[in-house]
Nanobody, 123 residues
Framework: QVQLVESGGGLVQAGGSLRLSCTAS????????MAWFRQAPGKEREFAAR????????YYADSVKGRFTISRDNAKNTLYLQMNSLKPEDTAVYYC????????????????WGQGTQVTVSS
């Protein structure tokens, strides 16, 4: 079992930055593909970014590409999401997710989830 706990959310003005962290426990995440998803009120959970087990390969949704950066520190068992140039439409609960070795952009392919952290961007 992998337990995931997100932190770093908050209220920020448009154009600002936030850095989310996701700390894992229970198992080392070095063999898990990790991802960030987000869910705005009244909307379905959507993919934001994904990173390979070793951290070499990353993939982003078009809506965050060029503004968000996903990274990981396997030695610290931690996943990060650096969010720059934030927009009001980025307001959502952000979730980290993990799956053993292989994951796509679909939430259903991930079997471990954190509880989420709220990000609110004011205009």
């Amino acid at each position: 079992q992998v337990q995931l706990v997100e932190s770093g959310g908050g209220l920020v003005q448009a154009g600002g930055s936030l850095r989310l962290s996701c700390t894992a426990s229970g198992r080392t995440i070095s063999t898990y593909v990790m991802a960030w998803f987000r869910q705005a009120p009244g909307k379905e959970r959507e993919f934001a970014a994904r990173i390979s087990t070793g951290g070499v390969h990353t993939y982003y949704a078009d809506s965050v590409k060029g503004r968000f950066t996903i990274s990981r520190d396997n030695a610290k068992n931690t996943l990060y999401l650096q969010m720059n140039s934030l927009k009001p439409e980025d307001t959502a609960v952000y979730y980290c997710a993990a799956v053993y070795y292989s994951g796509t952009v679909a939430p259903s392919t991930y079997n471990y989830w954190g509880q989420g952290t709220q990000v609110t961007v004011s205009s």
